[in-house]
Nanobody, 122 residues
Framework: QLQLVESGGGLVQPGGSLRLSCADS????????IGWFRQAPGKEREGVSC????????MYGDSVKGRFTISRDNAKKTVSLQMNSLKPEDTAVYYC???????????????WGQGTQVTVSS
């Protein structure tokens, strides 16, 4: 069974960078599309970015285009989200989610990670 774990969150100043990672405890993620979502208290969950199972296709939410980059490592065991030029409005809990390849970049999710807190503040 999938057990996703996110890491890399923390406190960063506006304009700073963080790199989030998503991994499964027992399996490579190359069989799945992976989506990154975020949610702030009292706000709706928002799709941030997603990557196909092959790694050949990616998509980004309008609010993060040009600042965030999603990628798979060479072994396809993890998926990372490089977050640059961070803004206070990026503050949220970030979750990665495994998706069937055919449901790439959708709200159909097989498993969620526990989330990692990203706080952008001076």
């Amino acid at each position: 069974q999938l057990q996703l774990v996110e890491s890399g969150g923390g406190l960063v100043q506006p304009g700073g960078s963080l790199r989030l990672s998503c991994a499964d405890s027992g399996f490579s993620l190359d069989a799945y599309a992976i989506g990154w979502f975020r949610q702030a208290p009292g706000k709706e969950r928002e799709g941030v970015s997603c990557i196909s199972s092959s790694g050949k296709s990616t998509m980004y939410g309008d609010s993060v285009k040009g600042r965030f980059t999603i990628s798979r490592d060479n072994a396809k065991k993890t998926v990372s989200l490089q977050m640059n030029s961070l803004k206070p409005e990026d503050t949220a809990v970030y979750y990665c989610a495994a998706q069937r390849p055919e449901y790439y970049c959708s709200n159909d999710v097989l498993a969620w990670g526990q989330g990692t807190q990203v706080t952008v503040s001076s």
